[in-house]
């Protein structure tokens, strides 16, 4: 046989043997029959049910019950006595009677220090005369002169101030809150307060700063009979 037609017939053989593998293949895939003319059917899908299994409880074993051991008795301690040598009686120092014949004296025997007489703190509040336990007093009579030219005229007149005292009596302002007639008796009423001396006003004991209003009365002199 010649080398072409060998060629020819294997190459067939090849050819039929793929499709063969193919169509069997294909079969398999779409459940189609391999005998010519049988219906393929559909393969069915497998069906399973999952049944739970019964596993059997096994009762624990009961715990055993733990019983505290019984307490051990403990010996008291007895506490040892500490001996603390008592202190000797603290003896009071007396000087030596001096050779001089001066005096002697004796130590106290508390040795407490003599207590300091200290001062009241300075109360700094102005207080007004009706919150006052003691009002203020003038040491002396407030009589102001009359003014020459009041005096001439025969003026009368009066000046009512408001006074701030402070804790040691002495004035530390004056300030005019009335005068009738104005113009006349202002400049010496308030030269005679300011040159006043008072007792200051207390309170809870204590001298305190204070206000208070003070009328001063002005009246012309008499002149002196020749």
């Not at 067939?12 to 063969?20: C, D, E, W």
């Not at 102005?126 to 020459?148: F, H, I, K, V």
């Not at 402070?166 to 009738?180: K, L």
Request: glycine fraction near 4%; charge should be negative.
């Amino acid at each position: 046989m010649e080398e072409p037609v060998i060629r020819e017939v294997v190459g067939s053989r090849i050819v039929t043997a793929v499709a063969l593998s193919a169509a069997l293949h294909l079969s398999f895939i779409y459940g189609i029959a391999p005998r010519p003319g049988a219906r393929a059917r559909p393969i069915a899908p497998l069906a399973a049910r999952l049944i739970p299994e019964m596993i059997p409880e096994t009762p624990a074993p009961a715990a055993s019950r733990l019983t505290p051991a019984p307490p051990v008795a403990v010996e008291p301690v007895t506490p040892s006595a500490l001996s603390v040598p008592a202190a000797a009686p603290e003896v009071p120092l007396v000087s030596t009677p001096p050779s001089n014949g001066a005096q002697q004296f004796e130590r106290r025997e508390d040795n407490a220090l003599p207590k300091a007489d200290l001062p009241f703190p300075v109360d700094l509040q102005w207080y007004e005369g009706r919150d006052l336990d003691t009002y203020p007093r003038a040491n002396s009579s407030l009589d102001a002169p009359c003014p020459a030219f009041a005096q001439a005229e025969g003026v009368r007149g009066t000046v009512t101030l408001l006074l701030a005292i402070d804790e040691t009596g002495a004035v530390h302002d004056a300030s005019i809150v009335n005068t009738e007639p104005p113009g006349y008796f202002e400049e010496a009423a308030l030269d005679c307060a300011r040159r006043a001396q008072f007792a200051p006003g207390e309170k809870d004991g204590h001298p305190v700063r204070s206000r208070i209003i003070v009328k001063l009365r002005f009246a012309p002199q008499d002149p002196a009979p020749r």
